[in-house]
Structures are given as structure tokens and as C-alpha cells.
């Protein structure tokens, strides 16, 4: 399915491709530009539902995925309503650091035959704190090629997390930022019980040098916007 690459940055929020699709009262997903995705899934955290966000990359011959959704019972809905609804296989899903919202669903994957692939620490992390190990991982910055679709994977250093990885859809100059971007919402840097503080400002700084023509940037959780999000989760690290 194609959708128009036409979006709007107003008010540090991007206006959506198309309407949002219900997949489940915890899941839901919304065409981003063409090809794009955004699946949001949702836990309960302090009484009320939070969002936590990944990207659905729609290629000529398969679907690739960043990070699992919040849960293996919600990540299996996404693996149900993607094989439906594009007819096509899952090559893999990316997992960008290993705390829960992004890895959290490696269980349901495997039962599901999608491999995981992650970034070295991330795995030496799931390790050291007995979780579900990805299947495959790569030791540095990669293009991961498929089909007519290339994603670049950096990692910009530590921040939110030691093994924070951001990953680029070029064509589309879509940036998924992952947990190591705030969104416009955001008052404060959230949960840091990982993170690496004194560091986390320099690696901001490597990914706006390295994707300096990015347009659409996704947040690891809220509104995704544009690249004033990289300023934005700055201006707040400097309050910290």
C-alpha cells in the first residue's frame, strides 16, 4: 500500500499520511509517509496508559520492524496485523536498546519465527540482566540493506541507555530517535535509571551531525516531530 509523502511540522507535531488503525485498546498504528509506519503501543504506568513507539518499514518484498512492541502479547498483534495486512513476510525486527519497551516482546517474535537483531551491548545488557537474547547482532555503525529499502543504524554513544541506537530511513529522511529523544511534550528526560547522563548530550549532538537532513523524527515515546526534538531533549538535559 502507497500513501502520499506529504506531512506538515506544526507546533512540533507531524501530520499523519493517513488515519490511525485500531489494532487492539493497547495497539495501534499510523501510515507516516510512503512505506512508513509508526506502531504505539500502550502500558499502564502510574494509573493511565503511556505510549511507546516503533516504525513498520514496508519494502518491495518484506516488512521490516524497529523495536517490539510493549509487551509479547501486543507484539504477536503486530505480527498478526502486519503479515494481513501487507501480505508479506517479516524479515526482522531492530531492537534500539534493551529495556522492556523495545525488547520486550522478543518472546512472542521468536514464537512467531521473527528474528531479532540488536547491537552488540544490547545484547551483552539482555545478558547480564537474564533477559531473552536477540538472534543476530552487529558490532558497528551498518546499513542494513533489503529489497529496495536501506536503513542506516547508529549508535551515537550512551545516553538513555548505554546501547541507545537511533536508526534512518534516508530516502524518506525519517528518523527514528528512539528513547534517546524527548518529544515536544516532554518536561523532563523520563526514566534514567539507565542512562548515562554526562554522555547523553554528546551523543544527541553525534546523531544531528550525522543525520543533519532528517525532516520527521520519531520519539521513543509521545508525538513524533522534527529535528527541533534533538534541541528539545537537549535544552531538557541541560535542566538535569
Not at 504505539?40 to 519494502?59: C, D, E, H, M, Q
Not at 547482532?137 to 529496495?148: C, E, G, N, P, Y
Amino acid at each position: 500500500m502507497r500513501f502520499v509523502f506529504s506531512f506538515v511540522i506544526v507546533l512540533n507535531a507531524v501530520v499523519f499520511a493517513g488515519e490511525e488503525e485500531k489494532i487492539s485498546d493497547n495497539l495501534v498504528a499510523r501510515p507516516l509517509v510512503d512505506n512508513i509506519w509508526v506502531h504505539t503501543s500502550y502500558k499502564n504506568l502510574a494509573g493511565r496508559p503511556f505510549p511507546s513507539n516503533g516504525l513498520i518499514v514496508v519494502t518491495s518484498g518484506s516488512v521490516l520492524i524497529v523495536d517490539t512492541a510493549w509487551g509479547d502479547s501486543v507484539t504477536t498483534q503486530l505480527i498478526k496485523w502486519i503479515r494481513k495486512k501487507f501480505n508479506k513476510p517479516i524479515r526482522w525486527i531492530v531492537s534500539t536498546h534493551f529495556h522492556d519497551d523495545r525488547l520486550g516482546g522478543i518472546m512472542e517474535a521468536h514464537r512467531e519465527h521473527v528474528p531479532v537483531i540488536a547491537y552488540y551491548l544490547t545484547k551483552q545488557l539482555a545478558e547480564k540482566n537474564k533477559l531473552t537474547l536477540p538472534d543476530a547482532v552487529f558490532a558497528r555503525d551498518s546499513t542494513l540493506s533489503v529489497d529496495d529499502t536501506e536503513l542506516q543504524v547508529f549508535y551515537p554513544g550512551a545516553g538513555h541507555s548505554p546501547d541507545n541506537i537511533v536508526v534512518y530511513v534516508a530516502p524518506s529522511r525519517v528518523l527514528f530517535g528512539g528513547c534517546l529523544v524527548k518529544s515536544a511534550e516532554s518536561t523532563d528526560l523520563g526514566f534514567t535509571g539507565d542512562a548515562v547522563i554526562h554522555e547523553w548530550p554528546k551523543a544527541v549532538d553525534n546523531v544531528m551531525k550525522k543525520f543533519p537532513d532528517a525532516m520527521i523524527v520519531i520519539p521513543g515515546h509521545g508525538e513524533a516531530g522534527g529535528i527541533d526534538l534533538l534541541t528539545h531533549t537537549l535544552d531538557l538535559l541541560k535542566e538535569k
